[in-house]
Every structure is written in structure tokens, then in C-alpha cells.
């Protein structure tokens, strides 16, 4: 078997990212080369599965078809594009180039240590009566709160400059969105390209566009709606079902889950990041009251699940690899626990959307983009709330499908027309 075999064999069919592969085998980069310059960006990618899977006599593996159909719709979702407004992609790119110059010439150079924001030389340009009043985190720290919310009550230059900074940051995918003349964006999507089995997307593209911007950019035809629905609350949905426990499933199935670990003084925000950093075993310091109480909840609640993401820890460290559905991970005595726990659930969640897109494309919904827990949807506005109805029964039966004993939540998180939006 030659080393392009190998690789490709390990990348495409066994589930495995090329992280996973030794070094001297990391060079999956120079196949993408051999593609014709006006071929499909990913006609390489198909033609290496099936030659592979042909020549090394893998073709009876049980999911090669429905890896090979992923990659076609992978395709096809390339090429029926995303409908987008140039002229606003434009006119933003123009005005963040502008407000960018504007930050670097007014932000105090000695703001900085090492591209990050130094507290104390920040404490030191602050007037008194400004860093009185400027909200402070919790913890021993007592650093000063940077997050918009924050920034937007302090009246004082620097908390605008950092405003600033903090939307030239997040608009900065708006200058590489490409956009043909028909004013179609084609998001290039690699499938099967993470460790956990999920896609990845390449350059600049619509799946890594902040949510602010969307209603702006999608702009679809008239008589077309863009509907955007997801899974909702999915890693704990997933992680319950695991570990079956029937507890916590009725509980995810009550509405949101996460407003039942909500403590007084607990955006839900920093909820969900408690509740998925503990799922996933990540060390974590409860300090405050509010965190202790959390904390208690998360012991009371998760008993089960931790049995349950211990258990499949274990076994993966004891036979140096993970299983989950149709995928495998190598372990090692150095993987971190983190990730260990947090693969199979990951990857469980890219199965199910991957499912559910089958779904959608048998039932002729055409998916014109996938996001972590989302599709997207260009469904005629005739049309309407039949269609939504259909996707959110396929998608709910995706689940199904693959967890056996629980149909995740799904909801529809904006509908996009044009000059019109309701997002959720």
C-alpha cells in the first residue's frame, strides 16, 4: 500500500483526522494538488474514496455508501451557493477598513502585552472616577470586564476604542467572503475533515459568520426563504440519552435545560459553559456562591451521565482507542481527558446532522448550508410553513434514528426574506 493509500485510507474511511496519522505520513495536502484546476474542489476528495475503497478491498464496509452520498451532498450544497448581498458585504468591508485605521491610531500602544489587553496598564490609563465605576469579575482577580455589556455602560474613549476593536475582530470574515456575480456564496466544506467526523469549512465562508451579521448578508430571491433550524441543547441531549437516563432525558425534553442550573446572578451564557465544561470532566475552580450552587446541582443531576462518560473514558485509554457508531479515535496515555469525554458526543452530533441531511435531501429540501447543529434551507415562500414543518419532523426523526431513545428538540432559529427577518 503506498503512503497516498494510507493516508487517505485513515483520513476518508476509518474516520480518523491526519492528526491522528504520524508525522511522516501528515502530507494529506499535496492530494488536493493533483485536482484539475476547474474541477470541483472536492471531485479529488470523491474520486480518492471510491479508488480506495475499491482497491483496498473496503467497499463491503457497512457505511462506505452512506459516506460517499455525504460527500456528494457535500458537493451539491457547493454548488446551489448561499444567496448574499454584495453590495452590503461591500459597503461593511469598506466601513470596518475605516473604523480599523481608526482604532490603530487611537488605542495607547502600551494597552498591549503580547496582542492581549494588560489589565494593569489599563488600571494605570483609567481616570479614578472611571475605574470605579468600570464592572469588575468575581473572582480573586479582580479583573475588569471587557465583554460588550460591560464596555457599553462605561462613557469614556478607551471603552469605545475597545468597542471598536472588538467589532473590526468579529466582522473581519466579511472582507474574504467571496461572492460570484450571480451574487451566490459557495462555502467550501470538507467532510469527515475532523477528528470527531464533523465537517470543516475553508477560508472565509457563511458558516463562520458572526450571528449580528446574517440577517445583513442573507439576501435570497423573492418568492425564496432561507430557514435556518437547529438542534437544540444537543450535547446534553446526547450525553443524557448515552447514559440513558431517563431522569435527565424528561428533564432536556421539558424545554431548556440549561435555565434548571441557573443560580441568581448566572447568565445563562455562563450556565451552558459551566454545565458543558463539567460534561466534559474539564477542572474547573467553583468559587463564588453562585458557582457553588451550580456545582451542586451538576452533581445531583449528571450522576449517571459522569458514570456513563467515565466508563467509555476508560475503556479508551485501556485499549488506546474509541468507538462510536461507524468512527474511531486513537488514545493515548496523553490524550486529555477533555477530549476523550468529549468525542464521542461530538461525533454522535455530526452523525445525527449528517443523517438528518439525507433525510432533507430525499425529501427534497435543498440544504444549502450546514453549521455545528444547523441547516440551512431554501424553501419557496409559497410554501412555507408546510416545508418547515417537514424539515423539523426529518430532522427530529434523524435523531431518532441514531440515539434510539430520544428525539432531540428541534426549533427554527430564523427565517430569512428578503428585507425581512425574524430571528429567535
Known sequence: MSVASIIEANYLING????????????????????????????????????HLKNNKLDNMSCWQERLMYALHCQERYKRGIPVDKAYLTAESNRLKVLEQSVRSN????????????????????????????????????????????????????????????EVYSGRIIKGISVKSNELHHARTLPYALTTGRDNHTGSCIPFLPK?????????????????????QQEPGIAASFANDQRLINLYLSGDIYANFAADGMARKQVKRQVLAHLY????????KAEQEVFACFNHYFNKVNDDLDRRASLAYEHKEMICHDWRMSVSNHSRILSVRNWPIQTTGG?????????????????????????????????????????TQLMEDASLFILQNLKLRVSVEAIYQRGKTNDK
Not at 483609567?126 to 473572582?139: A, G, K, S, T
Not at 470532566?281 to 463564588?288: L, R, S
Not at 450546514?370 to 424539515?391: C, G, M, R, W, Y
Request: proline residues 6%.
Open 107 to 166: 488605542m495607547p500602544a502600551e494597552l498591549f502585552n503580547k496582542g492581549k489587553i494588560d489589565q494593569l496598564a489599563l488600571k494605570r490609563i483609567l481616570p479614578l472616577p472611571i475605574l470605579r465605576n468600570w464592572p469588575v469579575h468575581c473572582d480573586r482577580n479582580r479583573g475588569l470586564c471587557l465583554d460588550n455589556k460591560s464596555l457599553k455602560q462605561i462613557d469614556h474613549d478607551i471603552a469605545r476604542l475597545l468597542l471598536a476593536q472588538k
Open 351 to 391: 452523525v445525527i446532522l449528517r443523517k438528518a441531511c439525507q433525510l432533507l435531501d430525499e425529501a427534497k429540501l435543498p440544504v444549502i448550508a450546514a453549521f455545528h447543529d444547523a441547516v440551512l434551507l431554501k424553501i419557496p415562500t409559497s410554501k412555507l410553513n408546510e416545508k418547515i414543518q417537514l424539515a
Open 212 to 232: 449580528k451579521y446574517r440577517e445583513h448578508v442573507f439576501n435570497p430571491k423573492a418568492g425564496e426563504t432561507l430557514v435556518l433550524i437547529d438542534y437544540e
Open 281 to 288: 470532566g474539564q477542572d474547573k475552580a467553583f468559587k463564588t
Open 16 to 51: 480518523n483526522s491526519t492528526l491522528e496519522l504520524p508525522p511522516n505520513l501528515k502530507v494529506i495536502g499535496f492530494l488536493a494538488k493533483s485536482a484539475l484546476k476547474f474541477v470541483n474542489p472536492e471531485q479529488w476528495r470523491l474520486d480518492a474514496i471510491e479508488r
